[in-house]
């Protein structure tokens, strides 16, 4: 309603800049680019943008190793051009929060190549996490901890006191120590520098891996503790001050958590209404397509959330997953989402998108936020065959093939024409990841726009619906009773949706009107796969 905060029930679209759209033609997307897309934004009907790292990177892990927090890397523009970027937005009547990420910065970051010129114990080094080796000649990690990315989280430094530096991620990426003030200090500046530039907020990314437990123990042995470079009490403190400063500003500026936590009870700790609005719903994005999982899940969620009065978030896809058109096409229909695993098994692209539809109009209905990746509006699917000399992503190299990478769902968006590059950038400049399907010749943004039933359209009338339905968006749900292969739910203003997991149709509800369907019906039956939205009571 009217009275609520922007951010309870919005629809947020993720853009990951470097495969957006190309405007200066050199084969990278940039903010020329996404400014010449806002009018397509517009008409999608999303409320606002989330702009994956656009900061100044050696892109070693596509832009989540960041060298300058407060400037744009020349690939994609300028400062000048993200802040008309910014206004632009405003002017359309949309929002856009940057992505900030706090646990790590580059290894070209000047505050972490002067740590490396300086003697261990000085203030320099304190910024981050410096330590001696263990055994003989220091020529072990000083702990066990293992980077997300494969190997150890620490690597040893080439001068002559042969210190090791912790990265949670990238060796590439070394991790900021936020016990040490000068640090706090410096996110709280840089935190005011984007919100005095416009910035409706701020995605953080792994919220939780900011402080690390005292000492840095071994995770041998830790059981029944958080581990201990996560999820530390000492984090909360953190966000209790950034909410505040955030808080200072006019037009209920918004963060979202990226927070891969498992337990809902600690999960809703960072949603306190002292702490950050939102988080990702990503026990949403992990369960399969299967109706009686996801049903507990949005149960889990909604109780999860009501305690401390935060808006749940519904999230199919982003830059770090398997794209769901693949996913749901799958035998196992969370198919990559360990993508270790994701060699070789059949993938269904007809049956996946059919279930992106229905679950276009499931996640759209349900209570709080939705978030849109790039992409997902023309039902793009995961680029599977990329050849290995193409791939880029440090998850990929790292684990020596093991590890699929995530290559495959930032493959840049198709725009237009009938073969690649598709309008991303210039027809002689390939994009940096050039491997568009041939297929998304039917995919491009133009050929979907106005093309009956495409899943464009279906976006756009969802979305469109979304905001014009008084029960949508934040708010109350409830379960009707169901078979159980089918969820089916009401909002306010007698709005009903009703979604068939099941392997056989299943009637419709009698005296209910159709606002909007995922996909054919069959007379007065719900297809399988299918979603419907109605009017009811
Ligand atoms: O991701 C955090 C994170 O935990 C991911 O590495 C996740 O485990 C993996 O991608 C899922 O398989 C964030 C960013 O979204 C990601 O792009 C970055 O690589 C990472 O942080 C480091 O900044």
Request: charged share 25%; hydrophobic share 40%.
């Amino acid at each position: 309603t009217e009275s609520q905060p922007w951010w309870r029930g919005a629809a947020l679209y993720q853009v990951y800049p470097r495969s957006f759209a190309d405007g200066n033609g050199d084969g990278t997307g940039d903010i020329a680019g996404i400014r010449s897309r806002l009018p397509y934004l517009v008409e999608l009907g999303v409320d606002a943008l989330w702009i994956s790292p656009w900061y100044v990177s050696p892109l070693a892990d596509g832009g989540y190793d960041i060298a300058d927090y407060r400037d744009i890397d020349p690939r994609f523009g300028t400062l000048a051009e993200a802040e008309q970027l910014i206004a632009e937005c405003h002017a359309a009547g949309l929002r856009l929060i940057v992505d900030l990420v706090p646990n790590h910065c580059s290894d070209q970051h000047p505050w972490f190549r002067a740590a490396l010129a300086a003697a261990p114990g000085s203030p320099e080094r304190a910024l981050f996490h410096f330590r001696p080796g263990l055994g003989e000649d220091g020529r072990l990690p000083p702990n066990d901890w293992r980077s997300h990315f494969g190997g150890p989280a620490w690597q040893r430094t080439e001068g002559p006191d042969g210190e090791w530096y912790l990265h949670m991620f990238a060796p590439e990426q070394p991790d900021w120590n936020w016990d040490n003030p000068a640090v706090r200090a410096e996110f709280e500046s840089i935190l005011r520098f984007w919100l005095d530039l416009g910035a409706d907020g701020f995605r953080i990314d792994v919220t939780d891996h900011l402080v690390k437990e005292d000492g840095l123990p071994d995770s041998a042995g830790h059981h029944g503790k958080p581990d201990p470079w996560r999820d530390q009490e000492g984090v909360h403190e953190i966000y209790r001050s950034w909410r505040a400063l955030a808080d200072s500003y006019p037009g209920e500026r918004l963060f979202v958590a990226e927070l891969w936590e498992n337990d809902p009870l600690r999960f809703a700790r960072y949603l306190r209404p002292d702490e950050l609005q939102t988080a990702f719903n990503f026990a949403f994005l992990k369960s399969a397509w299967a109706a009686a999982e996801l049903r507990g899940v949005i149960d889990d969620t909604l109780a999860s959330h009501a305690p401390v009065g935060a808006p749940p978030t519904w999230v199919l896809s982003n830059h770090d997953t398997t794209r769901h058109v693949t996913r749901y096409g799958g035998v196992d229909t969370t198919y990559g989402f360990d993508r270790a695993s994701r060699f070789g098994q059949p993938v269904d692209l007809e049956l996946g998108t059919r279930r992106a539809r229905a679950a276009a109009l499931l996640t759209c209905a349900l209570p709080g936020g939705v978030y849109v990746y790039q992409g997902d509006e023309l039902g793009l699917w995961e680029v599977e065959d990329i050849p290995d000399e193409l791939r880029q992503d440090p998850t990929w190299l790292r684990s020596g093939g093991v590890d699929r990478g995530r290559d495959g769902c930032r493959v840049p968006i198709p725009w237009s024409g009938t073969r690649p590059p598709f309008g991303f950038g210039a027809e002689q400049a390939p994009p940096w990841l050039d491997v568009q399907p041939t297929a998304w010749k039917d995919f491009t943004a133009a050929a979907e726009s106005g093309a009956y039933g495409s899943h464009l359209e279906l976006y756009r009338e969802v979305l469109r619906l979304r905001r014009a339905e008084p029960g949508l968006g934040d708010g109350p749900m409830s379960w009707l009773p169901s078979a159980e292969e089918v969820l089916d739910f009401t909002r306010p203003g007698g709005f009903r949706c009703v979604v068939n997991l099941g392997p056989t149709p299943v009637a419709l509800p009698s005296g209910a009107g159709v606002l909007l369907a995922s996909g054919p019906l069959d007379g007065t039956l719900l297809p399988t796969d299918t979603a419907v939205w109605l009017r009811w009571g």
